[in-house]
């Protein structure tokens, strides 16, 4: 599986993002679709889950300003970012997890490269 992460950029604070990513290549069974983010000289950490079913998780961090959504006819996934803060300044990457739930303590089978997000004060 190969997934490209894209719509990054540099928005000033309140302001909004979207990323997509696009996933390819055995993408015939059911799988989650998760973004997490990685700020300069910090531990990579989860943002937000859909899983098949379509049920969402989210970070405390982003909870109730972020969206995650998929479409899964296309292979896509979104995650809606508003009222940007500057500590939402990082790398984002998308991931895939074969199977039909999600839980944050399963293991990634695949990862995006990253799509840089800048959130200036």
């Known amino acids: 599986v190969q997934l490209q992460a894209y719509g990054g950029g540099l928005v000033q604070a309140g302001g909004s993002l979207r990323l997509s990513c696009q996933a390819s290549?055995?993408?015939?069974?059911?799988?989650?679709m998760v973004w997490f983010r990685q700020a300069p000289g910090k531990e990579r950490e989860f943002v937000a889950a859909?899983?098949?079913?379509?049920?969402?998780s989210y970070s405390d961090s982003v909870k109730g300003r972020f969206t995650i959504s998929r479409d899964n006819a296309k292979d896509m996934g979104y995650l809606q970012m508003n009222s940007l803060k500057p500590e939402d300044t990082a790398v984002y990457y998308c991931?895939?997890?074969?199977?039909?739930?999600?839980?944050?303590?399963?293991?990634?089978?695949?990862w995006g490269k990253g799509t840089q997000v800048t959130v200036s004060s």
């Open positions: 991931a895939f997890r074969y199977g039909s739930t999600w839980a944050e303590h399963y293991v990634v089978d695949y």
């Open positions: 290549g055995r993408t015939d069974s059911t799988y989650a």
């Open positions: 859909i899983p098949w079913s379509g049920s969402t």
